[in-house]
């Protein structure tokens, strides 16, 4: 039980907040039935890579508080960074084929004809 624990990082793209919570608490109640909430807290923190895990410290101070908070104030975060959503990125280097409409297709015809253009005299 302590090494799926320890194991289990949170990914927002992979993980929603309360379920990853409320599983990860199960487990620390089996390993540790005496924790204090201070301990939970922190060793959930522990868990949480990256800018959010700093994000989360930021917004709770007092690290003794209950789960539901926790649970808050992580949700909170998420959602305000975007953390949650998958970047869109084009790795193909290739520009994106704008379709054509028959009205700008005819414009440009007649910009390239060449007939209409009366000729120079010498």
Same mark, same amino acid.
């Given at each position: 039980? +302590?090494?799926?624990?320890e194991n289990?990082?949170f &990914?927002?793209?992979?993980h929603?907040?309360h *379920?990853?919570? %409320?599983?990860q608490k199960?487990?620390? &109640?089996?390993?540790?039935?005496?924790?204090t909430q201070?301990?939970v807290?922190? +060793?959930l923190l522990?868990q949480? /890579?990256? #800018?959010?895990?700093?994000q989360?410290?930021?917004r %709770?101070?007092?690290m003794?508080?209950? %789960?539901s908070?926790f649970i808050a104030?992580? /949700?909170e975060?998420i959602?305000?960074?975007?953390?949650n959503k998958r970047q869109? *990125?084009?790795?193909?280097? +290739? +520009?994106?084929? #704008?379709?054509? #409409?028959e009205a700008s297709?005819?414009? &440009?015809? /007649?910009?390239r004809?060449t007939?209409?253009v009366p000729k120079?005299?010498?």
């Amino acid at each position: 039980m +302590k090494k799926a624990f320890e194991n289990d990082y949170f &990914d927002p793209l992979k993980h929603k907040p309360h *379920k990853w919570c %409320l599983t990860q608490k199960r487990r620390i &109640d089996c390993t540790d039935p005496n924790s204090t909430q201070l301990e939970v807290n922190e +060793k959930l923190l522990n868990q949480v /890579e990256g #800018t959010l895990e700093n994000q989360l410290r930021c917004r %709770l101070p007092d690290m003794d508080k209950d %789960l539901s908070t926790f649970i808050a104030t992580m /949700e909170e975060v998420i959602v305000q960074t975007g953390a949650n959503k998958r970047q869109k *990125k084009n790795y193909s280097g +290739k +520009k994106k084929h #704008t379709p054509t #409409t028959e009205a700008s297709t005819s414009k &440009d015809k /007649e910009a390239r004809n060449t007939e209409a253009v009366p000729k120079k005299l010498p």
